[in-house]
Structures are given as C-alpha cells and as structure tokens.
C-alpha cells in the first residue's frame, strides 16, 4: 500500500501556475463527482466530505451524483466516456478499476481511459464470527475446517465482490475448505450471521463496526497491514497467525483519460489538502477508514499493480459471478 506518501504540494502548484491559461481558469463551473454507489454508505459519506472541502480549494461547488450498479461499473463507466475537460470526476474503487476486469466484460479499459488523480483511502475487511459458533480466533476456524471438510460456510456480500476474494485467499493460503455463501451485501450477510444461518463472514469492517461493539459477532482478524483506529481490539491476519495476508478495498479519484495535466495536478492537490485535514481524518477514522493519498503518477502505477494481483486471485480462486 501507499503509505506516508508526501504531499507534494508546492511542486504541483508550481507545474499548474506556470502552465497554459487553461489551467488558471479552471473550474469556471460546477464540477459534478459519480460516486458508484447509493446514497448513505461509506463511499457516500467519503464522496461528500471530499466534495465539501474540495470546492472551497477550487472555487467552485462539487456537486455529487450517485450512479450504483454493475458493480460500480455504470458509474465509473460513465467518467470514462465523459469529456475531458476536468468537469465529470469519479470516486473508483477497487471493484471498478481493478476486480471487474476479471471478471467480467467492463465498458472501459481501467488503464487507458482514465487520468488517475489521486488515491483517497482504504478500509479492510474483517473475519467475524457467530458467537455461538465456537470459534474464537483464526486459528480455530483453521483447525476446525481441516477437522471437517466442507462442514463450515463463509458469507461474503456476492459473489466475485472483494470479500468474496477475501475469503478464497484465505482458503488457497491456509488450505481450509470452507463454503461459501453468497449474499446480497453487507446487511444480509450480518443478519444471517447474527441469526447463526452461518458461522463465520468476510464482511468491511465499517458495516461490521456496531455488531462488533455490541457482541452480536466476534471479530476474529481485520484484513489490512496494521489495525484500524476503530477496531484496535482485533489482530490482524499477519498477528493472528497468517502471514503475507493482506486484503484490503481502496477508493480514489479518477478522471477521463485525456484531461490536462494541469486540471488533474489541481484536483489531485486539492485531493491531498482535503484528506489530510484532521477534522476530515478523525470522521473517516470512526467509520473504519484511513485516509491516503498520492500523486497522479503514484495512483496510476498502484492502480497498474492491483489489476494483475486481483487477476491472479480470481483464477487462482476459480470465482465467478452469479
């Protein structure tokens, strides 16, 4: 992951100042932002935090429109067939830039029609269990799944989602044979889980964050390099056991390939003041997310790096969509 990546700031804003008139005169409206998703999630809440503190950077409103389905496809989709003037913006997130290429037909090429402007965070998943269950730690659901082949069911939020994934990494690196149980999201996932339909669930950690506290599910391990803010409490996979484990979902800000340099310099710079403002960060934190950024160059290779790793796992895994 990018970690502690400087915020170059000075030297963005002196390769925009001293560039064309285009890049002095922009925005001269309202810029809209997609966010692939409905209103009232996590990736909402991250959009409109980002839209509030960008448009008083740049002078104009960021205005956000939710645009879900196809697993984040239409709503991405629709950026990279935007003008590329710097005025339709998208938040990515790793099903749309990186997952869906393979697994299935996507209306876009994640690399060649998108300017990357700048990461904006990421959030891990985390293994929860049905108290009932008698599992206590990975090491139990390990044990117990050598013990009985194909006697315990992981949930997931759908098929060939990033949980999904979660869960096959963590059958091809243990060798537990676990079932997997496809649901409609994170909510019924939970549900069944807290109703004991099934044992253990790869879930994000924000939809799990009040089970958790309120002990409906025992949080076994967050999936991510180092514990969050908000689930201290849980090891990591690497702590509880399982080293190299580390699965995460990332967002960031993507506009259509063939915007200036200078716009997406500008956006990327009022990227990187936004997200690292404490008020902004200590929101995000309570919900389970970590704040990141990077520069145009950096996002472009990470997003480069993360289509053949999630490639890699969906053949190695043989996951599929319904």
Request: neutral net charge; without cysteine.
């Amino acid at each position: 992951m990018l970690r502690g990546v400087p915020v170059l700031v000075f030297g963005l804003v002196a390769a925009f100042a001293s560039g064309p008139v285009l890049s002095q005169a922009y925005p001269a409206r309202p810029i809209k932002l997609v966010v692939p998703f409905p209103p009232g999630g996590v990736t909402d809440l991250v959009g409109r935090l980002l839209a509030q503190e960008m448009s008083k950077g740049l002078g104009q409103p960021l205005v956000v429109e939710n645009r879900p389905g196809g697993g984040t496809s239409i709503g991405i989709g629709l950026v990279a067939k935007a003008p590329p003037d710097g005025y339709l913006i998208g938040l990515g997130v790793t099903s749309g830039l990186a997952i869906n290429v393979a697994m299935m037909k996507v209306p876009y090429d994640p690399i060649k029609d998108f300017a990357p402007i700048s990461l904006v965070g990421t959030i891990p998943f985390v293994v929860v269990a049905y108290p009932g269950a008698g599992i206590e730690s990975v090491g139990d659901l390990i044990a117990k799944a050598k013990a009985s082949p194909g006697s315990i069911a992981f949930g997931s939020v759908g098929n060939g989602t990033a949980t999904h994934l979660a869960g096959e990494l963590f059958k091809t690196m243990t060798g537990a044979n676990l079932v997997h149980v496809p649901y409609k999201g994170s909510s019924p996932a939970l549900t069944a889980l807290i109703a004991g339909e099934i044992p253990v669930a790869f879930v994000d950690l924000t939809a799990a964050l009040p089970y958790i506290g309120s002990g409906k599910v025992r949080a076994l391990a967050t999936t991510g390099s180092r514990r969050p803010v908000a689930a201290a409490h849980a090891p990591t996979m690497a702590e509880a056991g399982l080293a190299g484990y580390e699965i995460i979902v990332w967002f960031g800000l993507v506009a259509p390939a063939g915007t200036p340099p200078q716009i997406v310099q500008q956006l990327s710079v009022e990227v990187n003041r936004a997200m690292n403002l404490p008020e902004v960060r200590e929101k995000l934190a309570a919900v389970a997310f970590e704040a990141e950024t990077a520069t145009p160059e950096q996002f472009s290779a990470f997003i480069a790096a993360e289509i053949p790793r999630w490639a890699r796992l969906v053949q190695a895994s043989g996951a599929k969509l319904d």
